[in-house]
């Protein structure tokens, strides 16, 4: 079948009210900056849903790229024919006579414009009786039918969709501002990044690497997981953070049990300034409430008092296996789990205080000049942009 059109619909988009527009503009702008290796296309935009103008492009590529893309629920492949009723019985006979194994059809007509002469219920009947008597072998089945045909007849034009092909749903990326993703390597990072983009934050991350006791391919995998939540939304810029000498540091002069907690408080201090300078406005993690003795409640108290920032815990919630779970569905488990290991293995205490206090935390940092430590290592920090482009043409070379 020759579609000419994809049918985008907006999902939880419609009940944005009187800032919808902002949120559709977005998302117009996210489909066209993903799909611009398709030059013969054309995004319209309208007020209750988005058209891919085709133009001889194969549908399928495209498709994959768009189920990507937060902010679309659903989508359709559509042929879009005037508002005649004879013109849209002939496509719709098309486009019954050529899908496969289809031995019974319904119909279902809407009808916004109202200006069009037939019902749509009426209009249900009238092309469904032409159908039937232009084909053999084929039924009406108005429950669980092989082939639903939707006839939305609007303003400008009708338009004919057989089947909705599910979407990333979610908010527009970049509709909600832009976070800094405290990014290890690990499974939980990745999968809290991706959850926060898909309510509409663009992302930045920071990794903190320490070597030589983190190596190269350490930082590689961190690399290629950003690579992949690139493809979920814009390109992104990751921040290297020399980690080492700050790391040995806190090992020498901490007392054992306290060194996790103040390793994590001076990655805290270090990101909301990179944060600052980048002018974003939150900090991501991808802690779990008791997953591990950094991730107690007390822990958490502990670790946040040295920052203002709003810390967004998409997972604080779930356990391991939920985790896990959404890292196997957007790809990015097979890279998290590459042995290769990152800077909170490096000085891992033997017995770490689970429920650290946070004025003994303050007594120990307070006899230790750290502060231009921190100043370095912001002067030694790498800033590595990932590009969206890299990663489409590589997805789009595995389904051609």
């Known amino acids: 079948m020759q579609y000419n059109h994809i049918v985008i619909r907006y999902g939880e988009l419609t009940l944005k009210g009187r800032n919808r527009k902002l949120f559709t503009t977005q998302l117009a702008q996210n489909v066209r900056q993903a799909l611009r290796s398709f030059p013969a296309i054309k995004v319209e935009k309208k007020r209750d849903r988005m058209y891919i103008v085709l133009n001889g492009e194969d549908p399928e590529p495209i498709i994959e790229i768009c189920r990507n893309i937060f902010g679309i629920q659903n989508m359709s492949l559509a042929i879009k024919v005037a ?43 009238v092309l469904g009786g032409y159908l039937l008597s232009n084909t053999e072998g084929i039924t009406v089945d108005v429950h669980q039918p ?130 600052k300078k980048e002018g974003i406005l939150s900090l991501i993690t991808g802690e779990s409430l008791g997953q591990v003795a950094s991730q107690t409640m007390e822990s958490m108290h502990a670790i946040n008092a040295v920052t203002n920032y709003p810390v967004i815990r998409p997972l604080v919630a779930m356990d391991k296996e939920e985790i896990i779970s959404i890292s196997e569905q957007i790809n990015m488990y097979d890279i998290s789990i590459r042995p290769y290991e990152d800077c909170c293995t490096v000085f891992v205490p033997k017995d770490p205080k689970t429920k650290p206090r946070l004025e003994k935390v303050e007594q120990f940092e307070a006899n230790i000049a750290f502060e231009q430590d921190i100043e370095e290592i912001l002067e030694a920090t790498e800033t590595v942009k990932i590009e969206l482009k890299e990663k489409q043409e590589q997805e789009l070379d595995d389904l051609l």
């Open 83 to 125: 508002n005649e009723v004879e013109d849209i019985k002939e496509q719709a006979l098309k486009l019954l006579i050529e899908t496969e194994n289809v031995e019974t059809f319904k119909i279902t007509t809407k009808r916004s414009n109202k200006d069009f002469p037939i019902g749509s219920q009426e209009f249900n009947h």
């Open 146 to 275: 092989d082939l639903e045909i939707t006839v939305d007849i609007r303003t400008e034009a009708t338009y004919l969709t057989s089947k909705k092909i599910q979407g990333a749903a979610g908010l527009p990326v970049g509709s909600s501002g832009k976070s800094l993703l405290l990014l290890s390597g690990g499974i939980d990072s990745p999968v809290a990044g991706y959850l926060t983009m898909k309510r509409g934050v663009q992302l930045e991350a920071i990794h903190f690497h320490s070597p030589p006791y983190t190596s190269e391919r350490a930082k590689e995998k961190v690399l290629d997981l950003a690579e992949k939540l690139s493809f979920y939304g814009h390109s992104l810029k990751v921040h290297i953070v020399p980690f080492t000498a700050l790391q040995q540091k806190i090992h020498r002069e901490i007392p054992h049990g306290y060194s996790m907690t103040v390793m994590r408080r001076m990655m805290m201090r270090i990101s909301e300034a990179v944060a």
